[in-house]
């Protein structure tokens, strides 16, 4: 069964160019993109790394993230 998280994200404009970014809730979770939607799309990816390495090394996601 899946689950649907909800994360605040905060999404930083760089000087050059793109986002970065990152979730209050996991320091672990930290991307960027060439725009909202890449971003955005890149934050997706490393929430589904992430919520992987926890399950390997048998560490529970941080109750504030479920």
Known sequence: MSQIYKLPLVLEPQPEGGYVVTCP??????????????ALQNANDALAAIMDGFDRLNKPLPLAVG
């Open 25 to 38: 809730l996991l320091p672990e979770l930290i991307t960027e993109g060439e725009d909202v939607q890449d």
